[in-house]
């Protein structure tokens, strides 16, 4: 079974310390997008339960879009979690029309 929980940072950061016990269990991956004059970069970084870093991928492509970008950091994201087999993840990300989706 394959389940992905999308959450904003603010959302998380609200609910986190009343689920403290519970979001131990969980991998966090957090993914964000970046831009320059020609395209944009996707990067994620996957850490287990206690924060420890297991790994992490980055992407580029030439879409100028900042949202289209944050769909595809968050699509990367959930690419290299179904290809790892992770379950119990929770995705961050800051971009609120792209989470809200």
Known sequence: ??????????????????????????????????????????????????????????AYNSSTDPIVAEAYACLLAVTKVKEAGLEKVVLLGDGKLVIQC
């Open 1 to 58: 079974i394959f389940r992905v929980a999308v959450v904003s940072r603010d959302l998380l950061e609200e609910t986190m310390e009343a689920e403290a016990d519970e979001s131990r269990l969980f991998i966090n991956v957090t993914f964000d997008a970046g831009m320059d004059n020609i395209g944009s970069f996707k990067a994620i970084v996957i850490r287990d339960a206690q924060y420890k870093l297991l790994t992490g991928a980055m």
